[in-house]
């Protein structure tokens, strides 16, 4: 999600789905589902739980023309939840504010986070995709090609405690220590800002989540997909270790996937995104 993500501590960020009743792609299992896991003694039944995502994230979440959240993180989330037989609030955050809040209890889930061992520690993470990541450029740029060393003496614009930081500083090691420049990591706020910067030459490339990659390109046709696939891990929601709620989510999750309507895959393949689809969610799978 883009980490995740973050991808794969780093990223969760915005708002999340509208109430229950404005899912897509819900239907009859979705409701009797969430009266199943009301009366199996779910920690949220009949509450409301904030949840805490980043908002200008295509097609993962965003806000609409009419400022209404959309996207499969937010389609998802609000499926779970009829499961646990709670209703959504969306909360707008920055990336980098989504594991501070959740550690500190000021929310209950955060969507868009990696699971890296170094998450894992900080909070429990429930995933319900896996994807890696590739990099955008302009489209009159050079492609980067399919080798890590090709970002040798590149500026490389992301988001700030993003879960790709990692692997490309140590990309950026291993290019000084053969001789060559080292990788510049630029941080922004936002993902339009980190595009931004590549739109207008203050970056070379900017990474991509591969859930995400060709609906950018598609919406945009000045920038181009390129460069190795990296960092793939499974992503999807965080939740404070001091609560307990890990294991419920990762039950809702998992009725999601094998809800008989084939909601889960409704979902993905709407965004065309059908190929980070998982088989099972397990709470905490980085090893």
Same mark, same amino acid.
């Given at each position: 999600?883009?980490e995740?993500r973050?991808?794969?501590a780093?990223? &969760?960020?915005?708002a999340i789905?509208?109430l $229950? *009743? =404005?899912c ?8 009797? +589902? ?5 009366k199996?003694g779910?920690p949220?039944a009949?509450k409301?739980v ?5 908002p200008?994230?295509k097609?993962?979440?965003w ?14 989330v ?5 499961r646990?037989g709670?209703k959504v ?8 504010a989504i ?10 889930v955060?969507?868009?986070t ?6 894992q ?5 429930v ?9 955008l450029?302009?489209?009159?740029a ?5 080798s890590?060393?090709? &970002?040798c ?5 992301? $988001? *700030? =405690?993003?879960?790709i930081i990692p692997?490309v500083?140590?990309? +950026?090691?291993?290019c000084?220590?053969?001789g060559?420049?080292?990788i510049s990591?630029?941080s922004?706020?936002t993902?339009?800002?980190a595009?931004?910067?590549?739109k207008s ?8 989540y591969?859930?995400?990659?060709s609906?950018i ?12 696939e ?17 294991d419920?989510w990762?039950r ?12 889960y895959r409704?979902v993905l393949?709407k ?7 998982i088989?099972?969610?397990?709470v905490?799978?980085?090893?």
């Amino acid at each position: 999600m883009r980490e995740h993500r973050a991808g794969p501590a780093s990223a &969760l960020v915005t708002a999340i789905g509208v109430l $229950l *009743a =404005g899912c897509a792609d819900s239907g009859s299992g979705g409701t009797a +589902s969430a009266a199943a896991g009301a009366k199996g003694g779910s920690p949220f039944a009949g509450k409301t739980v904030t949840v805490v995502v980043q908002p200008d994230w295509k097609p993962l979440m965003w806000e609409d023309g009419k400022g209404q959240e959309t996207g499969y993180f937010y389609d998802l989330v609000n499926e779970a939840a009829k499961r646990l037989g709670a209703k959504v609030k969306p909360v707008n955050a920055e990336f980098s504010a989504i594991i501070p809040s959740l550690q500190s209890g000021k929310f209950d889930v955060g969507v868009g986070t990696d699971a890296t061992v170094e998450r894992q520690q900080a909070v429990d993470i429930v995933p319900f995709l896996k994807a890696g990541y590739r990099f955008l450029v302009r489209k009159d740029a050079k492609g980067i090609g399919s080798s890590m060393d090709e &970002l040798c003496g590149l500026r490389v614009a992301t $988001l *700030a =405690g993003h879960s790709i930081i990692p692997p490309v500083q140590e990309q +950026s090691r291993h290019c000084t220590d053969a001789g060559r420049k080292p990788i510049s990591l630029l941080s922004f706020p936002t993902l339009a800002a980190a595009q931004l910067a590549v739109k207008s030459s203050r970056a070379d490339a900017t990474d991509a989540y591969t859930g995400e990659a060709s609906w950018i390109v598609q919406a945009d046709p000045s920038m181009k997909i390129t460069g190795p696939e990296i960092n793939q891990n499974f992503s999807g929601f965080a939740v404070s270790k001091r609560t307990g709620h890990a294991d419920a989510w990762a039950r809702a999750v998992n009725e999601v996937i094998n809800d008989p309507s084939g909601v889960y895959r409704k979902v993905l393949d709407k965004y065309g995104v059908g190929e980070i689809a998982i088989d099972k969610s397990v709470v905490n799978p980085a090893k």
